[in-house]
């Protein structure tokens, strides 16, 4: 079965750094893009960062470049998110999400920037990242 399992989720103040982590299995991790997605309670889910399939490139929303790194290792199958200069906005659970490349799985969102768009699935519990001022 396919599976993406974050870890690297705490508690933390302000200006604070966390690394997160994904553990991808059950598909071919190289022939996806990879990305996060966050969600505060009560509020819609949104991507936070993508990168294409061999590392190449990267996408942020608007309100993490800057603070936020997305990297992965293909030989691990594993992605990350380096968050740094975190903000209380920056609260929620935060998962990995996988390119939708035909039948879509799970939830699903879609990433569009000026010069990439892309929809992806997000599955599973998540790591919770809490941001106290």
């Known amino acids: 079965e396919m599976q993406l399992v974050e870890s690297g989720g705490g508690l933390v103040h302000t200006g604070a750094s966390l690394r997160l982590s994904c553990v991808a299995s059950?598909?071919?991790?190289?022939?996806?893009?990879m990305g996060w997605v966050r969600q505060a309670p009560g509020k819609e889910s949104e991507w936070v960062g993508v990168?294409?399939?061999?590392?190449?490139?990267?996408y942020y929303r608007e309100s993490v470049k800057g603070r936020f790194t997305i990297t992965r290792d293909n030989a691990k199958k594993t992605l990350y998110l380096q968050m740094n200069s975190l903000e209380p906005d920056d609260t929620a659970v935060y998962y990995c999400?996988?390119?939708?490349?035909?039948?879509?799985?799970?939830?699903?969102?879609?990433?569009?920037?000026?010069?990439?768009?892309?929809?992806?699935?997000?599955w599973g519990q998540g790591t919770q990242v809490t941001v106290s001022s």
């Open positions: 990168v294409t399939s061999h590392g190449g490139r990267s």
């Open positions: 999400a996988k390119e939708v490349r035909g039948m879509e799985f799970g939830n699903t969102i879609m990433v569009a920037t000026a010069s990439y768009r892309a929809e992806f699935n997000y």
């Open positions: 059950g598909f071919t991790f190289t022939g996806y893009d």
